[in-house]
Each structure stands twice: as C-alpha cells, then as structure tokens.
C-alpha cells in the first residue's frame, strides 16, 4: 500500500486592518489555490528516499523530522509537482507539510493533526500555510495569531460555467532575474541576488504584520462593508473592484516599511494585458513573483490566456488557469507498490 497527498498552493492577496470588539486585528486576504500544487507519493520502505523536483528542500525537512521524532518506520517519497521558488505560492512550507505528512502516516497516522505538523517544521508557525492545509478557502487571517482559525471564511462557486476562476502566471526566475527586479528607487548593485531569491518569500511573509499595522484604517471598512458582502453575495465583480482598492492601501502600507513591489516593467504589461482581457482584478503576489487575475468562469478563463500569448511566451513563463480550492491536505491511500516492477524507472 501507498498515498498519494496532494496540497494547495497559497495566495496572499491584500492587508486588512480590522477594527473587532474594540481591538485593532492585523490581517491577512488570502486564497488558496488548486495549482500549481504539490503532489507527492510515499510508502512505507526500508530506508529514507526522496526523488522528483525539489527534493533538496523535501530533504532538509526530512531529515529535521526525523531527528526530532525518530519514526519507527522509514519512508520513501517521490515527488511528482512541487511549487516553483519564489512565486509567493507557500513553496517552502507547503512542501514540508507534505513530507511531514507522509512521515507521520505510517507511524502514527491518528496522529496526524496539520497543526501539530505545522509545529514541528521548526520555522515558526505559519498562519497561512496551516490554515490552507486544514481547508482552504478565500480566508482572512489574523497574521499576529496564526493558530486562530480564519476570521472570515469563504468557499466560493468552482463550477465550470460561474467559477471565481483564476488565471496564474509564474515568470521564470531566470528571465525576470536579468530584468530589473529592483525598486525603481534602489541602484543596481541592490538587485536580488541567489541567496535572497531562496528566502524571499519566508522574509516578506514574516514583514506582512509590520506592514498591516501601518495599513489606513479604511480597509477594514472597506472590507466588511464592501468586499465581504460581495463575496456572500458571489458577486465576483464587486469583490474585484473591493480588491483592487485594497491592493493599493496595501501597497502604500508595504512601501511605507520597506518593503517594495516585485513587479518589472514586463510584469506591469501583463497585467494591464491582463485587465483589458477582463479581469475583475488582478497583480502579484505580496510575498513573490507570481502574477494572477480573476475572471468569472472557465470560459473567460480560456480567452484571458488566449489574448496574454500576445505579451507571455513560453520564455517568460509558465501560464494556467485555477481556482480556490477548499479541500486542505488530502491523501488517499493506493493498493500496491508505487513503482510496480518491471517499469522503466526501475530499469533505468
């Protein structure tokens, strides 16, 4: 017997200050994603494996697991789809879930609580990524307590015809790297190198709360009054219009403490590429590289991708369509050997 677990990817869309019972709440909007996902398969094994694509992360987890809890029985993993570096997706911490995951399952599997798994990663706890392992959902979260449960959950339509759908973009690392990355303020020599491209994510992420405290007090009005209700009401375009304003308020309360725009000239052509194909709302993730819009159903969904081949080429990055998903973690268990014998992998 083997399982296969699939996990989210996350998205950070805005900050939302928000006045509750009397006390101020630093918060974050957040979705999470169906792709890009990680996908992962186990067993139970004689020794401890990992393969597939970013294994070397998966790896430095594994083996801080299991100096920390000793598993009576070894696993081997293969990874079949990780999410990219630095596309503000919960690369990192997603991934370590999973493999957290899969350990655990075949040690104690009644066990396997997403938050205590969370815990042991050894990072601190990450609001974001627990919250979109546990369910998912469109989510506000309360970025100065992460083990709160969402202040706000939602589970928008994901059928074909009126989904909040999704187009994501994730620019290639390489490409966006040789253009300017920088803030336009910054001189040259300030421009990312590799080293800050591996931790870009944890270290914006960790400066969302210094960030929300100096958001203007209008978000938080402009959230329950306007955003919110449009999301209960499945009125897409109201919510995009309501997020679009956030994103500014945002971004003025990012720049404020230091923490500038990923975006480049070529990325700002997308999006505006992007909201003339009808995109209720669309930008970049607050925590990396990756690009998004919403659009209402598969169908707007397929037009938006077919007009940005205009602006997006294969060299410039990897284009697809998503939604929210609401699901969490899952694992399903697999009767058999994950690798039967006789493929060409064994053979190999």
Known sequence: MYIEIGVPATLPLALVKLNRDGQERYCLLAATLAHPPVH?????????????????????????????????????????????????????????????????????????????????????????????????????????????????????????KSAW???????????????????????????????????????????????????????????TQQLWPAVEADDLESFGSSLSQLQQLTQEAMNAVGLPSLLNDHHRTTLNQMAESGAVACGQSLTGYGLFAFARGARATINMRLALKDVVDYSDGVMDATFIDSRGIRVVEREGNMKPPGTLLDKL
Not at 91 to 96: F, H, I, K, N, R
Not at 103 to 131: C, I, R
Not at 176 to 198: F, M, Y
Not at 201 to 221: H, N, V
């Open 40 to 160: 992962l398969r186990a067993q139970a094994a004689d020794r401890f494996t990992i393969t597939g694509p970013r294994a070397d992360v998966a790896g430095h987890y594994a083996q801080h697991l299991y100096d920390l809890t000793q598993p009576a029985t070894l696993t081997e993993i293969e990874i079949e789809y990780a999410i990219p570096l630095a596309m503000g997706h919960g690369s990192e911490t997603m991934l370590g879930l999973a493999v957290a995951h899969a350990m655990k399952y075949f040690n104690t599997p009644a066990e396997s609580d997403v938050a205590a798994l969370a815990a042991q990663l050894g990072e601190g706890t990450d609001g974001l990524s627990l919250w979109a392992s546990q369910a998912g959902g469109l989510m506000l979260l309360d970025l100065a307590s992460p083990t709160t449960p969402p202040l706000y959950r939602a589970e928008p339509d994901n059928s074909e």
């Open 165 to 223: 759908g999704l187009v994501s973009i994730l620019p290639r690392l390489d490409a966006s790297l040789a253009q300017d990355k920088r803030h336009a303020d910054e001189p040259e020599e300030n421009e990312l190198d590799e080293d800050e491209i591996q931790v870009l994510e944890r270290e914006r992420y960790a400066k969302l709360l210094t960030a929300a405290q100096s958001l203007d007090t209008d978000s938080g009005t402009l959230f």
